[in-house]
């Protein structure tokens, strides 16, 4: 009986091969899924960013906040975070198809973390619209020291507003206890600095309304003496 030599050498040669193919099957089977996770995040990514933009364009809240810049328009920066974090989610999954498990691992902690961004963008941007609005409305009381009041409150909301969005971020950015002190200072400073103002625009008022209740008795008087 003949002995094959040939095949104990083959053997491992046509095994090698065949696993060879299986795993260039597996990783093609595995960018061709990323591929098209890519694309497909590109496009919902660009639809919802354009969605949000026409939103924010509707609501006017470029000419709320006051800023004529193009590029630095909130509802741009607002629409563009929003389709980063669909680009991110998406190359994120890709990154887990293709097994990169330190980049997917990065992605999914970024991802995870733009939505503070996003919410302290949005916080930052409605506690300047009220400050603004707050602030013009105090100034068309056109009550006594109305225009240092209104720079108070104007002042005074856009730091709570500063604070909450720092501490949407995280004590990893800053440190919020000390932002959360300061915040108590200036709250204390602030109700002793309109105690102040609101004492001395009542002072005024009181005055010129006795001097105008003693005009009113003067010509009073003389109206009688002359009758």
């Not at 800023?67 to 994120?92: A, G, P, T």
Request: no cysteine.
């Amino acid at each position: 009986m003949p002995v094959n030599i040939v095949e104990p050498v083959i053997s491992p040669v046509r095994s090698g091969l065949y696993s060879a193919v299986g795993t260039m099957t597996g990783m093609l089977d595995n960018i061709v899924a990323a591929a098209i996770l890519l694309i497909v995040g590109i496009i919902v990514g660009k639809i919802i960013g354009a969605a949000i933009l026409e939103l924010l364009k509707r609501f006017k809240i470029d000419s709320y906040v006051g800023i004529k810049r193009e590029h630095l328009k909130v509802s741009k920066l607002i629409s563009d975070i929003s389709k980063w974090l669909i680009y991110l989610l998406f190359l994120s999954e890709a990154a887990a198809v293709l097994e990169i498990q330190i980049i997917a691992n990065a992605l999914t902690s970024l991802v995870n973390y733009l939505p503070n961004v996003l919410t302290a963008i949005l916080v930052l941007t409605v506690g300047y619209v009220v400050a603004r609005y707050i602030e013009d409305a105090i100034e068309d009381t056109h009550v006594a020291y109305s225009g240092l009041m209104s720079r108070v409150f104007f002042f005074f909301v856009v730091y709570l507003s500063a604070a909450i969005a720092l501490n949407s971020l995280g004590s990893r950015i800053i440190n919020t206890v000390l932002v959360d002190q300061i915040l108590l200072i200036i709250v204390a400073t602030f109700g002793v600095g309109l105690s102040i103002a609101m004492g001395l625009g009542f002072k005024s008022m009181f005055k010129s309304l006795g001097d105008e209740i003693g005009r009113d008795l003067v010509s009073g008087l003389k109206r009688k003496r002359k009758a």
